[in-house]
């Protein structure tokens, strides 16, 4: 199957470098750009990438509300991608936002091409956190500086069975699906199956969204990942 990706930066030469590294994979494909956040949601609109390189600031509309419109779109658009933020700071508070909207993870412009190549199919796949330990560290700084309100999503864990907040536990801890099916004596499959009920029951998107959740709801607190 083959990964539609659209690049969206502000930056030309970021664009072209981007798209011919990410073009010569033979599972990406490469359907679109856009220079700022505006015509980024509408290049997402019309063709329906499974991701979208996003970066945090550009001019006209930055990378965050861009991604908000993307990631909660008006009734009647149902297509709604993953999207990567690209960002050139280690911590920028965009990040954070961006995460809270609901965007699948970020990535340092400075990363090596084979780190933007893994985090696209990583991203498209849902199966896994860009770099579990970094982006983990980061949620858990947010919450900690700029706590949210924890009582709705307290009270949103009751409806998860105990093994479901084991294994959302452990997601939050950054832990791989084989690595919570060999800590909970588990299938792998089974830990998917887990996974899918407790994004479902807590209307959650993907990992990233599972992460912070699990922060706000208490379930786990900066310093307690391992």
Do not use: C, W
């Amino acid at each position: 199957m083959t990964i539609r990706v659209i690049i969206v930066d502000d930056q030309a030469m970021v664009r072209a470098g981007f798209a011919a590294l990410l073009s010569a994979q033979a599972d990406i494909d490469v359907v679109g750009e856009a220079p700022d956040g505006r015509q980024g949601v509408q290049v997402s609109r019309t063709t329906h990438p499974d991701v979208v390189l996003m970066d945090v600031r550009m001019p006209e509309m930055d990378g965050l509300t861009a991604a908000r419109e993307i990631l909660d779109p008006p009734p009647g658009v149902v297509h709604r991608p993953k999207v990567l933020m690209l960002t050139t700071f280690d911590i920028d508070d965009y990040v954070y936002e961006a995460l809270r909207a609901g965007a699948s993870g970020f990535l340092l412009k400075d990363a090596p091409p084979a780190d933007l190549i893994a985090a696209v199919r990583v991203v498209a796949s849902g199966e896994a956190l860009l770099a579990p330990s970094v982006t983990r560290r980061l949620i858990a700084d947010f919450v900690q500086q700029r706590p949210a309100p924890r009582k709705d999503p307290a009270l949103r864990l009751n409806g998860l069975t105990p093994r479901e907040t084991e294994v959302l536990e452990l997601i939050a801890r950054g832990l791989s699906n084989r690595e919570i099916a060999g800590h909970l004596v588990l299938a792998e499959q089974t830990v998917k199956t887990h996974i899918g009920r407790v994004l479902g029951k807590l209307d959650l998107r993907d990992r990233a969204q599972a992460v912070i959740f699990a922060y706000e709801a208490g379930l786990v607190r900066p310093g307690d990942a391992g």
